[in-house]
């Protein structure tokens, strides 16, 4: 997650995986802007512009530049997204997968802090994710997702790190599925923390 406030304050969301083979791409499986909580990028921020937890909004932007490509840029600000709640600090919340990807997790350059995995799993949970081109008997199981420690292991501590999604890695949870990577961590900074 990527905090924005109306006074102009804006951090890059920057999302960057590199084919290992010529297939695949960065899928987007979910973004929203604004507020859904009032602990998350909280650190440092008056109690009264997190109080309004019901104002998020679908972030299409993020679907638009980032889906089909190996690394995009977005900028989490008020002016890119519709404003859903003026006068509440704002992130954004971006989540995405995909299997044929060796996985890059950081901080950004500008920030400095090191990176805290909060989950990693591996296996297939939906038929939907990364599912392009793939054919349906592959992404039928979708009792398949396996907790994956190792991520941790190897990226907590970090400002950077990168993890390859693939069965020879990790314990294949559903032989003959499809299976993506879906890592949920944070970078722990200075003064704030931001969520990816």
């Known amino acids: 997650m990527f905090p924005s406030h109306a006074q102009n304050r804006s ?11 010529e297939t695949g791409s960065i899928t987007v499986t979910s973004a929203k802007y604004g507020r859904s909580d009032q ?3 909280s650190n440092g921020i008056p ?23 190996s690394m995009c840029l977005v900028l989490a600000r008020s002016s890119l ?60 199981d979708t009792d398949c997702k396996k907790e994956i420690y190792e991520v941790g292991r190897r ?7 990168a993890i390859f999604a693939s069965t020879s890695v990790f314990r294949d949870p559903c032989v003959g599925t499809y299976k993506y990577l879906e890592v949920k961590y944070f970078c722990q900074c200075e003064f704030m923390v931001y969520f990816h």
């Open 47 to 69: 109690y009264d512009q997190t109080m309004d937890t019901d104002c998020t909004t679908r972030a299409d932007l993020v679907f638009e530049r980032c889906n089909g490509k």
């Open 11 to 21: 951090r890059r969301l920057l999302l960057h995986q590199e084919a290992d083979e």
């Open 39 to 41: 602990t998350t990028c």
């Open 155 to 161: 990226c907590n501590g970090k400002s950077a790190c």
């Open 81 to 140: 997204f519709r404003d859903p709640c003026v006068g509440t600090y704002k992130y954004l919340e971006v989540k995405y997968v995909c299997e044929v990807f060796q996985h890059f997790f950081f901080c950004l350059p500008t920030e400095t802090g090191s990176i805290t995995v909060t989950s990693a799993k591996y296996g297939r949970s939906d038929r939907t994710t990364c599912s392009d081109g793939i054919p349906d008997n592959q992404t039928d």
